[in-house]
């Protein structure tokens, strides 16, 4: 399909021994990545997802099915396909640390097959962008986290690829650093229509860049949906409460399943409800207490939670397909 700048077809990776099978590490994977999508995929340690992503990658053969990048195919046409994702492994393992910036720049666009000339003005450009250029003759091994990350960021795309492939890019980063690698890949995406593929244990990233999640767990995917839609799969069923002073009463009934913290001298309760009935009911065990009610307001479910409350239910359900398909 011409809009489609990953597609997915059956994917399967069966690991074997003495010719028999002892492990499926992705099971009958279908999935498509629109140009231009900033992606989450997603899925606890050893739910398939690094798989799949060394199967992009060309590093690892798929058992069966095939992966098209940009209408590639990664078994046939591997070399035409490599050319079209630039990746950014968790660590910054893409780079060489006793080189410089520069260095790491013109071995990586080399690799790639660019020109000298293309190489030295995309790198100036990249390098300048990311602020790096004032340091791009410094031994990368003297670097920070966050700049270590730029780095990187730089190498996967001193070819121009379409497809970026992010494993955790704000892992060990500092706020500030986080900040500017959460600006720079908004940037990707929307100045420079990168389809934008990011893996990540910090979900509220994803929350924030994402367009849409994956979930994948022991080998399929459990949901794929837009963020939005999403977040919204459980209902608005959690509650913020504020109320005035501290709170001295008991927490039990409804509000044992509540947590409590106090900021300002102001009472902050907040937990699940399963009804409105439910929720005038623990209203009224507060007003009981001799607490003041400042304000009720429902909270949406964070990425986190959904993900959470996903992998719980699937661990408890074997049909797959019925919990994609809720989602």
Not at 88 to 109: C, D, H, K, S
Not at 139 to 150: A, E, P, T
């Amino acid at each position: 399909m011409p809009d489609m700048a990953v597609e997915i077809k059956d994917i399967s990776k069966i690991y074997s021994k003495s010719g028999k099978n002892y492990f499926t590490a992705v099971d009958n994977v279908n999935l498509c990545v629109r140009k231009g999508e900033v992606f989450g995929f997603l899925g606890s340690n050893g739910a398939g997802k690094t798989t799949t992503i060394k199967m992009m990658c060309g590093l690892i053969t798929p058992t069966a099915g095939k992966i098209l990048l940009n209408g590639c195919d990664v078994a046939l046409e591997q070399g035409k396909a490599m050319k079209q994702i630039g990746v950014v492994l968790e660590g910054t393992r893409n780079i060489y640390w006793p080189l410089t910036a520069w260095q790491n720049i013109m071995y990586f666009g080399n690799l790639k097959g660019c020109s000298k000339k293309d190489i030295i003005k995309r790198g100036e450009v990249l390098l300048k962008e990311l602020g790096l250029w004032d340091r791009r003759n410094d031994i990368v091994r003297n670097f920070s986290r966050g700049m270590l990350q730029r780095v990187a960021i730089a190498c996967a795309l001193v070819a121009d690829p379409p497809i970026l492939i992010l494993d955790e890019p704000t892992l060990g980063l500092d706020v500030e650093a986080t900040d500017i690698m959460k600006k720079l890949l908004k940037r990707l995406a929307e100045d420079y229509k990168k389809t934008v593929l990011i893996t990540s244990h910090q979900l509220d990233v994803v929350q924030e860049l994402c367009e849409r999640v994956v979930i994948m767990h022991k080998g399929k995917i459990i949901a794929d949906k837009n963020l939005n839609k999403l977040l919204m799969l459980f209902g608005p069923d959690y509650y913020q409460i504020k109320l005035s002073g501290v709170f001295n009463g008991r927490m039990e009934g409804e509000l044992s399943n509540f947590s409590i913290r106090e900021e300002n001298e102001v009472t902050i309760l907040t937990g699940k409800i399963s009804s409105k009935t439910k929720l005038y009911s623990l209203l009224d065990q507060i007003r009981k207490q001799g607490m003041v009610l400042i304000s009720v307001s429902p909270l949406e479910p964070d990425l986190e939670e959904v993900f959470l409350k996903l992998v719980k239910n699937e661990r408890g359900n074997s049909n797959h397909d019925d919990i994609k398909n809720h989602a």
